[in-house]
């Protein structure tokens, strides 16, 4: 399994229920010291698990993490897109565009990179799963939160684009 934002929080979680449901796992993560922590951790649960620095704002990063998965494993089963970065807690009319752009680049741009270096390797080896992490705010709204709702969206609607074109 790849996990990408498994330094911390959901992500680190799933990766530590997978390593106990005996999923060996990579652990793609911005942040060196919370990375190389769960690496421990999840070696420390009698786990495989390899940390991989990976910036999922990053095209070559999030490609290389999925690389480094079936290099290192000899396959990907599963993916999760974990990765996220909350949202500076503003009003939507003083986000910036900037604002906008870096959680789209690693909410939506992310995603989207792992899912599509994933899915040769799986329809290869005949299956794999990927999960994408959404919110309720998709539904319901979130005050301050504008912009991480517009990510969480297009998860949604990337998820499913996906499903049928994969089907």
């Known amino acids: 399994a ?36 769960v690496e421990a951790e999840l070696r420390e649960l009698g786990g495989e698990a390899r940390f991989v620095r990976t910036d999922v704002g990053r ?10 998965t079936v290099a290192t494993f000899g396959r990907i089963d599963i993916l999760v897109n974990a990765a996220v970065k909350l949202p500076t807690p503003v009003v939507m009319e003083r986000k910036t565009d900037a604002m906008l752009e ?3 680049r690693i909410g939506v741009w992310g995603s989207w990179w792992a899912m599509q270096a ?11 799963r990927i999960i994408n992490f959404t919110s309720m705010d998709v539904l319901t709204g979130a005050w301050l939160h504008a912009d991480h709702s517009v990510v969480k969206a297009g998860l949604q609607a990337m998820a499913r684009g996906a499903a049928i074109d994969w089907a």
Not at 59 to 68: F, H, L, N, Q
Not at 118 to 128: I, V
């Open 2 to 37: 790849l996990v990408t934002g498994a330094g911390q929080g959901i992500g680190r979680g799933t990766a530590r229920r997978f390593v106990r449901e005996g999923a060996q796992v990579v652990i793609a993560e911005i942040n060196e010291e919370c990375g190389a922590r």
């Open 59 to 68: 095209k070559d990063d999030v490609v290389a993490a999925v690389e480094a």
């Open 102 to 104: 870096e959680q789209l």
């Open 118 to 128: 994933a899915m040769p390797h799986m329809r290869e080896q005949g299956g794999g």
